[in-house]
């Protein structure tokens, strides 16, 4: 989550100070060039606060993308990141609201989970699931289709169909235990606290997930 924070508010750095160059370079005395006002908008934006420290920065709404976010929680590809009510502080930054979209690759889910889990996508939007367990004295590898939804903030992989790398009584002994098993129920890693999944569908190389927090605080 850290490394998540320092690449976003390095960014909000660079953004900033980007900003406040060009304003000063095209606006300064002499430069021989005006400065565009901006014109009224009709949709409410949020105001500054009242209480803004100095050393503080009011950004209002910001919007961050990036190819890839690597994290020392695994890495997220195509991220979208659209803050509301934003202050950069010396420490991070503070939003009143965080949203962020992000594709999850399989590998990174999987080590995440762990347990030896390999996942990849399966047909009609579901997720394909595949693991070795330990039923009934045996060693044996399971292999699943699950349904994928967010549940309480996490991601959930739900099976619906489920097949042993066995005979078939073992199949039929075994299938509430082994069910249990290739149920996942997962909090995914790498994005900032007191985010939480709110939507997530599965892609060819990994999961959409959708991810959304309020009174969010970042700090380094």
């Known amino acids: 989550m850290k490394q998540f924070v320092l690449g976003a508010t390095t960014m909000?750095?660079?953004?900033?100070?980007?900003?406040?160059?060009?304003?000063w370079s095209v606006g300064s005395p002499g430069s021989g060039a005006d400065v565009d006002v901006p014109t009224a908008s009709a949709s409410p934006r949020p105001s500054a606060p009242a209480d803004l420290a100095r050393g503080e920065t009011w950004l209002g709404e910001v919007r961050l993308t990036s190819s890839q976010v690597v994290t020392g929680d695994?890495?997220?590809?195509?991220?979208?990141a659209i803050g509301s009510g934003v202050t950069?502080?010396?420490?991070?930054?503070?939003?009143q609201r965080l949203d962020i979209d992000a594709s999850l690759p399989f590998a990174t889910a999987a080590a995440q989970i762990g347990g030896g889990v390999t996942l990849f996508a399966a047909d009609d939007g579901l997720a394909g699931l595949r693991r070795k367990v330990s039923v009934l004295?045996?060693?044996?590898e399971v292999r699943a289709t699950g349904s994928v939804r967010a549940q309480g903030g996490r991601l959930v992989i739900e099976p619906q169909t489920i097949d042993l790398d066995g005979p078939d009584w073992l199949d039929t002994a075994a299938s509430s235990i082994v069910r249990e098993l290739v149920?996942?129920?997962?909090?995914?890693?790498g994005v900032p606290e007191g985010m939480a999944l709110?939507?997530?569908?599965?892609?060819?190389?990994?999961?959409?997930?959708?991810?959304r927090g309020a009174d969010v605080t970042i700090s380094d």
Do not use: C, K, P
Not at 74 to 80: C, E, F, I, Q, Y
Not at 183 to 189: A, S
Not at 198 to 211: E, I, K, N, P, W
């Open 12 to 23: 909000l750095v660079a953004l900033v100070v980007a900003v406040l160059a060009l304003v």
């Open 74 to 80: 695994g890495g997220l590809t195509d991220v979208t």
């Open 88 to 95: 950069l502080t010396r420490d991070g930054l503070r939003a």
């Open 137 to 140: 004295g045996r060693d044996v």
């Open 183 to 189: 149920t996942i129920r997962h909090t995914i890693e």
């Open 198 to 211: 709110t939507s997530v569908s599965v892609q060819s190389d990994g999961f959409r997930a959708h991810l």
